[in-house]
């Protein structure tokens, strides 16, 4: 088993410099993301370099924040604008990097930890016996073939249907600075969740946020869908080296005859492909209308690691009571928010 240890790192040029020398880093390692998730979470952000036998062998930031009584370790911390973060490290390290995160954790007080990373660690591999695992999935698209050949090969004839016709329709994608649209970007979103008697997982100011860390970065891609100048849909997309990543999208129900989502998709992969980026991570498998798009395009359902701690025992009660409770009270919340 591999012995490895966290040890804070306290250079801002050292974290960049050290994540360029891992493959698993991805985009929401960044710092300026980083920054972005602690302030959207209200977390505080703590930096580690990750260590076996004195060598420096990956990265790994935790995420500190109270709910009630708790204090939480998280990786990322949830609804806040990363689908995935966990240590970044060779995948034959994950599963002892992740016993390492668990163990800083407790040192720092955490009651309850959880971790969400992008590669897969079945359960069996974890050296941490306490870890509890739930099963999660992306799909994800290989763009390494081109546009030309996941046209005709990969999206479903639907897919095409419907893309042709955004395009016959007059809708047009375009890329935008995320601080132009926020208002009707906020507007759909509020749209969208009100099917579900719930607010955005993010705020206007989230989003007000979100675009100011954007703005003169190289992490993200916003795009709109229009029609005679209308936005009909809208998405954010960060990538990286490799791979883009469907983040965040909104659309306006009034316009989905035009089919403006499959278009921006579309568009989507045709500029990475473009870009010379390899995969495109549309980010979640779990809710079913979501997931039939999504497999329009002609993406594999591949699994990720989703694992918590509770770090004593009337803690893993409160959270098994919180899964239960927690949709109801968001419901009637929005309900009663909706009447005041």
């Given amino acids: 088993m591999h012995e490895l240890e966290l040890v804070p790192c306290a250079e801002r040029n050292r974290w960049e410099e050290l994540l360029r020398q891992q493959e698993s880093a991805t985009v929401f390692h960044r710092q300026a993301w980083l920054h972005l998730v602690a302030a959207l979470s209200h977390s505080e952000l703590h930096l580690y370099e990750v260590h076996q036998r004195g060598n420096v062998v990956g990265v790994c930031p935790l995420f500190f924040f109270r709910r009630g009584p708790v204090r939480i370790a998280a990786c990322p911390p949830p609804q806040a604008a990363a689908p995935y973060l966990g240590p970044a490290v060779s995948r034959d390290l994950l599963p002892a990097a992740l016993a390492a995160a668990a163990s800083e954790a407790r040192r720092q007080g955490a009651a309850y930890v959880e971790f969400r990373c992008q590669a897969h660690v079945p359960p069996s591999e974890l050296s941490e016996p306490a870890f509890s695992f739930e099963p999660r999935s ?187 409770l927690a949709p109801a009270g968001r419901a009637i919340r929005y309900v009663l928010s909706k009447r005041s």
């Fill in 138 to 324: 992306t799909f994800m698209l290989d763009l390494q073939s081109g546009p030309d050949y996941l046209w005709s090969n990969r999206l479903e004839p639907a897919c095409r249907r419907a893309v042709r016709k955004a395009q016959n329709s007059g809708v047009v994608v375009e890329e935008v600075a995320l601080r132009d649209i926020v208002d009707d970007y906020f507007a759909m979103a509020e749209q969208v969740f009100a099917k579900y008697h719930r607010p955005p997982p993010l705020s206007r100011e989230d989003y007000e946020q979100m675009a100011r860390a954007l703005e003169g970065a190289d992490l993200a891609k916003v795009l709109v869908a229009r029609h005679d100048g209308t936005i009909l849909a809208a998405g954010i997309f960060p990538y990286d080296q490799r791979t883009v990543y469907y983040l965040d999208g909104v659309s306006l129900s009034e316009g989905q005859a035009l089919r403006p989502n499959n278009l921006l998709h579309w568009e989507v992969i045709r500029w990475a492909c473009q870009a010379g980026l390899v995969q495109y991570d549309m980010v979640g498998a779990g809710i079913a209308g979501v997931a039939r798009f999504k497999r329009t395009f002609g993406p594999e359902e591949v699994p990720y690691t989703y694992c918590y701690r509770a770090l004593s025992p009337w803690v893993a009660l409160a959270r098994r009571a919180y899964a239960l």
